[in-house]
């Protein structure tokens, strides 16, 4: 199972990237799908999170609207569009897969697939 994650470069705030994870190995509708991005000696955090079949979204509270999560089935990919960037969104982000739905809720523990990460730098 391979999640290639990528997207990621470098952005002035207030601009945009679009992060895109392609999923192979795996029966891709049969998992939710989510991002994390995680900071050098943080804890890894929650983005978002999408629904297998009924495309719901969920957002954590610190994106206030900016970033917005798709997929496609069809193409096996989830994606992460993210618009008026700050220095703060600098990290790596890591797209992940989990069979049940605590990753809806922020939940890291039942993911069962992790991408290797794409880092997002952006300057102020």
């Known amino acids: 199972v391979q999640l290639q994650a990528s997207g990621g470069g470098l952005a002035q705030a207030g601009g945009s990237l679009r992060l895109s994870c392609a999923a192979s190995g795996l029966t891709f509708s049969a998992y939710n799908m989510g991002w994390f991005r995680q900071v050098p000696g943080k804890e890894r955090e929650f983005v978002a999170a999408i629904g297998k079949s009924d495309g719901l979204t969920f957002n954590a509270d610190f994106e206030e609207g900016r970033f917005t999560i798709s997929r496609d089935n069809a193409k096996n990919t989830v994606y992460l569009q993210m618009n008026s960037l700050r220095p703060e969104d600098t990290a790596v982000y890591y797209c992940?897969?989990?069979?049940?739905?605590?990753?809806?809720?922020?939940?890291?523990?039942?993911?069962?697939?992790w991408g290797k990460g794409t880092l997002v730098t952006v300057s102020s």
């Open positions: 992940a897969a989990d069979l049940g739905y605590g990753i809806s809720s922020g939940r890291a523990n039942g993911v069962k697939y």
